[in-house]
């Protein structure tokens, strides 16, 4: 299969939203029993197992390119694993699940506004429509709208969700920035390379007495639901979602994170619960927008020229895709 393959890419990318999505309903009876701190250093030192066993037998000299590139990949796997991870669920905690959906699905959005303030690529026409399409859709399918009640710390609970998903936008850009890694190394080698500090942090915060250390009774009920979100939300989703986003770019590829609540509306169908007409307007309007990306150039520059005197317009978005693909090139991914 070509890793410039935007098929394959497509796929990645609804699996990996998919996962995601089966994450909020798998997730939600750990919750009870852990706090998100605890919750986040087990989830990733199970996840840890995985990801070593897979950089060891798929990667090209890991712990070579560790070495080499520990700081960027603690700093980006600190982001995207542990700052988003514990932020996003204290956020949830705190507010409702519709909100932390509609907050995931501004990340397309932020992703979209960094790129443009801080590497001059202006989206393009399409592909900003799409991301404000499919937000609307997420919209809809989260109700937030209609809803007035809510819990007393919502706001509060909003805006750590809202800030931790900066951190998975930021951890998505820093694959751009270890290019000599693959999707796979750079997935596993930042978990690894966090997973130290995130022990620490669940550590001395059970120490200092602010949260309680999980006890034997809470965590042996829900060890099917740890392993399943260690081995599929966790390391196969992420090594999906990193491999779209070498192929698509990540203004394209991050849009697919709206399929993340659609997903989760699907199967509380299939749990038994029947969504209201406005969460399907709403699922159909986010598919739209997927397929809307997938045919869009990603991004456009307002001042730099390609190499073949064109004006970085619609062959910009094109040339994005074709970096992140040769960037991807050089690892043996599975999931390619």
């Known amino acids: ?47 840890g197992v995985g990801m070593t066993v897979l950089v060891v037998v798929f990667g090209e000299r890991p712990w070579a390119k560790l070495r080499a590139h520990w700081r960027p990949l603690t700093g980006y796997g600190v982001l995207g694993y542990g700052f988003f991870g514990i932020l996003v669920l ?32 202006r989206p393009g026409i399409a592909v900003a429509g799409a991301a404000v399409l499919a937000l609307s859709g997420v919209i809809l399918v989260s109700g937030v709208l209609g809803r007035s ?23 998505t850009r820093g694959a751009a920035k270890v290019p000599a890694l693959s999707p796979l190394e750079y997935t596993g080698l930042t978990a690894i390379a966090a997973l130290p500090w995130q022990l620490a942090f669940a550590l001395v915060a059970t120490a200092g007495g602010w949260i309680a250390a999980p006890a034997w009774t809470d965590v042996t009920p ?20 990193n491999f779209g986003v070498r192929q698509l ?51 456009t520059s307002t001042t730099r020229v390609d190499g073949h005197g ?24 599975p999931a390619t």
């Not at 996962?19 to 009870?32: N, Y």
């Open 90 to 121: 204290e956020g949830l905690k705190l507010s409702l699940p519709s909100h932390g959906a509609v907050l995931m699905a501004t990340m397309p959005m932020t992703t979209i506004l960094l790129r443009w303030l801080l590497d001059g690529r």
């Open 1 to 47: 299969m070509s890793l410039s393959n935007p098929y394959a890419a497509t796929v990645a990318m609804l699996f990996a939203a998919v996962s995601w999505g089966s994450l909020f309903l798998v997730g939600k009876p750990v919750l009870s029993r852990l706090d998100p701190i605890w919750f986040t250093a087990l989830r990733y030192l199970l996840a």
């Open 249 to 299: 770019g990540a203004s394209r590829g991050t849009l697919f994170l709206n399929g993340v609540p659609v997903s989760a509306l699907l199967m509380s169908v299939a749990l038994g619960q029947h969504p209201a007409m406005q969460e399907w307007i709403g699922a159909a309007l986010v598919i739209a927008a997927l397929t809307l990306s997938t045919r869009a150039p990603a991004s």
């Open 310 to 333: 064109g004006t970085g317009n619609g062959a910009s978005g094109k040339a994005e895709v074709k970096d992140g693909a040769m960037a991807g090139a050089g690892g043996r991914c």
């Open 222 to 241: 829900v060890v099917p639901q740890l392993v399943y979100i260690a081995a599929v939300p966790t390391v196969a989703a992420v090594v999906a979602f």
């Open 149 to 171: 009640d809510g819990p007393p710390h919502m706001l509060l609970g909003d805006a750590l969700t809202l800030l931790g998903t900066v951190g998975w936008v930021l951890y």
